[in-house]
């Protein structure tokens, strides 16, 4: 057995560790599951959040316990990590934005057109408008899809958990994760909250009269790449 060398990392080592990450492969990796959510809603910029917030806690979440429980159980969880239900996790959550978008899409269309019978039961179920009725699950299909993106494999995820198993110690593990998090979060949430859901606002804009056509393509390709996922085709 090859003996592994003891890896050392301060919580502003780690966070450069992050921001390296997230400045490049990271938005590479998310683009195509955050990509086609921003396609299919009218929050621009300033919305953006509303994606962004939940995908983001469940990256910070994943990275904080990963390193805490490698500083805990030691290179027991780089094994665990490697292990099938990751892909599994991301696939499955995928798979669960898609059908919330496409639930919320169905609601927002009773809600503007159903018979004035209906309305009243739909009214009775919740007073929020159609939107809030059918954002229920998203926001939690968002957290997971973010969580199993931080519990895939990569180079500097190993060194984050070599780091934590070698401190021996929960709390230096929290804190190297936390550390890692923040630095591998930012920059992708400003660039997707900048960039992309301008872009997907514009793209929704400019397409307008195909609005339909362009939602159920954005719902298609997020089942698509959460059944690959799953299947371990797609390794983000």
């Known amino acids: 057995m090859i003996p592994i060398e003891p890896v050392s990392l301060s919580f502003g080592a780690a966070l450069l560790l992050g921001l390296s990450f997230g400045s490049g492969p990271c938005n590479i990796a998310c683009l195509p599951y955050l990509g086609p959510v921003f396609t299919t809603n009218d929050q621009g910029i300033r919305g953006a ?8 806690l469940g990256r910070i ?28 996790l991301l696939g499955g959550a995928t798979i669960l934005v898609a059908l919330s978008i496409l639930w919320r899409r169905n609601a927002n269309h009773c809600t503007s057109g159903c018979q004035p019978t209906q309305r009243v039961v739909l009214d009775t179920v919740s007073p929020t408008s159609g939107t809030n009725l059918a954002t229920g699950s998203l926001p939690g299909g968002l957290y997971l ?28 593990g929290i804190s190297l ?19 992309v859901a301008h ?8 397409l307008n009269h195909h609005r339909a056509a362009l939602e159920n393509t ?19």
Do not use: D, K
């Not at 993106?149 to 958990?161: G, K, Q, S, V, Y």
């Open 49 to 56: 959040w509303r994606t962004l917030l939940p995908f983001s």
């Open 61 to 88: 979440s994943g990275y904080t316990l990963l390193a805490g429980g490698a500083g805990w159980a030691g290179l027991w969880v780089e094994e665990l990590v490697a292990g099938p239900w990751v892909r599994w």
């Open 145 to 172: 899809m973010g969580l199993g993106m931080a519990f895939n494999p990569c180079a500097p995820l190993t060194t984050l958990i070599l780091a934590a198993a070698t401190s021996a110690s929960i709390l230096t």
């Open 177 to 195: 994760g936390a550390g890692f998090a923040l630095g591998a979060v930012l920059l992708p949430t400003l660039i997707f909250a900048l960039g």
């Open 199 to 206: 872009f997907g606002q514009q793209i929704r804009h400019h």
């Open 218 to 236: 954005s719902v298609g390709l997020l089942i698509l790449i959460g059944c690959a996922t799953a299947m371990g085709w797609i390794t983000p």
